[in-house]
């Protein structure tokens, strides 16, 4: 069996490494290659690219890029095309990798998309483009299947891998020694990003709240993970203007570590809020998009929900604060932070809410989704 997966940025190289083992536990010896990052290459997936080719979102921010983006979809079907793989599965990435599957699936392959795009918030024309490229649709979260009902497009839950991934982490004790965290004391983590783009426009108001918080609360200490080493100059910049002399400490990668080792974390809306959520962090979620993309979004009617963080999505309810674009104000944002830290009815009516989210993607995500691929092809 051959496999060929494709992964746009690093929440799909995670949920990536995680499907291998798992289609390599239902067939021996199978073979995989495709678009990759750093989990899914120690999966033991051959690398026809790098994901770092497709790590942009926004509207704005992906015009320039377009032209290297058409080129490598090009390459790639003509590529699998040749190789003809039993399956190809887009991971996530909906822009790029709906119309690769789409092109795949009209020259004979199969074809599954896992990670539903966020149909049910935006651009819900899609369901459309979806239903012509995807054999298969594997959905992390239990509301998306029910939106796909109608649209001829078969779409199963399968829970999210992190779910399990992160069902017994380090304990704060443990996160803290080993990133070198002060025992004593509250400790924030700032998670800016993982794209230049986000570090660009967060990492300046999220030194600023910070540092208002730390004047507040003496004797914070504040930790940052860095998602890529070229991402670091940013941030030093960001706090050696707007947060100096704190007791702020950078680290390459440890996201999670970050994470469990804080009381509780200012970061960026993406995956990595779930992953907080997963690691029972109390948060609070900024965000700043390009001006023309929110142009976009707010004056075309294009977005469809009110709460864009993937924790209040998943609660059905605004349990964590969301600073967004014009709303983006380090005072607001240090005040949120200050109540979480300090008034325990707050922290916990989130960390309940949170708990209930936990149960509910807990489904075996991995072995779930190797089984409905699995079913997909003896139905070929």
């Known amino acids: 069996m051959h496999f060929a997966l494709i992964a746009g940025e690093a929440s799909g190289d995670l949920l990536g490494g995680a499907l291998i083992p798992a289609l390599r536990a239902r067939f021996p010896g199978a073979r995989f290659s495709g678009v990759t990052g750093p989990r899914m290459r120690a999966a033991g997936c051959e690398t026809i ?20 983006l058409f080129r490598l979809r090009a390459e790639l079907v003509d590529r699998l095309s040749a190789d003809r793989p039993d399956v190809v599965i887009g991971i996530d990435a909906p822009d790029f990798n709906l119309g690769l599957e789409r092109g795949l699936r009209e020259r004979g392959l199969a074809t599954v998309h896992l990670v539903s795009p966020t149909v049910w918030a935006w651009r819900q024309g899609r369901v459309k483009t979806i239903a012509r490229s995807a054999d298969l649709v594997l959905c992390l979260f239990p509301f998306e299947p029910k939106f796909y009902e109608g649209h001829g497009v078969r779409a199963e839950y399968v829970g999210h891998p992190l779910a399990e991934e992160l069902a017994e982490p380090l304990s704060q004790a443990e996160a803290r020694r080993a990133l070198g965290v002060l025992a004593n004391g509250p400790c924030l983590a700032v998670l800016p990003g993982s794209r230049g783009g986000e570090l660009a426009k967060l990492a300046v108001p999220f030194a600023q709240t910070a540092a208002l918080l ?10 940052t993970p860095i998602a890529k080493p070229g991402l670091r100059p940013a941030m030093e910049r960001a706090i050696a203007e707007c947060a100096p002399g704190l007791d702020w400490k950078l680290v390459d990668g440890h996201s999670r570590e970050a994470m469990r080792a804080a009381d509780v974390v200012l970061l960026a809306s993406g995956t990595a809020t779930l992953e907080c959520l997963l690691l029972d962090r109390p948060m609070v979620v900024g965000y700043r998009l390009a001006g023309f993309t929110a142009f976009l979004l707010q004056t075309l009617g294009m977005l469809k929900i009110r709460n864009v963080s993937l924790p209040n999505l998943l609660a059905a309810e605004a349990v964590v604060p ?28 989130q960390l309940s809410r949170f708990a209930a989210v936990r149960s509910e993607l807990r489904r075996n995500a991995a072995q779930a989704s190797a089984q409905a691929i699995a079913e997909l092809i003896a139905a070929r």
């Open 49 to 68: 690219a790098s994901i770092d080719r497709l790590s942009v979102m926004g509207i704005a921010e992906v015009l320039p890029k377009l032209p290297d």
């Open 214 to 223: 730390a004047a507040r609360l003496p004797g914070l200490s504040i930790v």
């Open 322 to 349: 969301e600073f967004l674009q014009q709303h983006l104000q380090p005072s607001a944002m240090a005040d949120a932070l200050q109540a979480l830290l300090t008034d325990a009815a707050a922290r916990d009516r």
